[in-house]
């Protein structure tokens, strides 16, 4: 009995880790479109942080803004590790 409820609580906890595990927190970010360079989009945001976007798809315009939406790669407290989930255009 004991090693049933042993392999079940195991179980549950890989189950827990694996839930965690998949979490993401998104935030957005507006940002400017600054450059293109071999197909890389530079944006920058109000803390002059600069932001990467490797695409030869979308046809971005300079000096309009647009939204980053952003996972935090599961360290909230550290911005340089952050990821671009999409970017929308915010100006008509």
């Known amino acids: 009995m004991k090693r049933i409820f042993a392999s079940f609580c ?3 906890f890989f189950i827990f880790v694996g839930i965690l595990g998949t979490w993401e927190a998104r935030y ?13 989009y530079t944006f920058i945001d109000n803390n002059n ?12 315009q300079f000096d ?17 590790d952050d990821r671009i989930i999409a970017i929308k255009t915010i100006d008509k």
């Open 10 to 12: 195991f179980l549950l």
């Open 28 to 40: 957005t970010k507006i940002v400017k479109c600054i450059k293109y360079k071999n197909s890389v």
């Open 49 to 60: 942080h600069t932001w990467l976007w490797d695409s030869t798809v979308e046809d971005f």
């Open 64 to 80: 309009k803004n647009y939204k980053l939406i952003m996972d935090d790669n599961h360290t909230p407290n550290n911005i340089y």
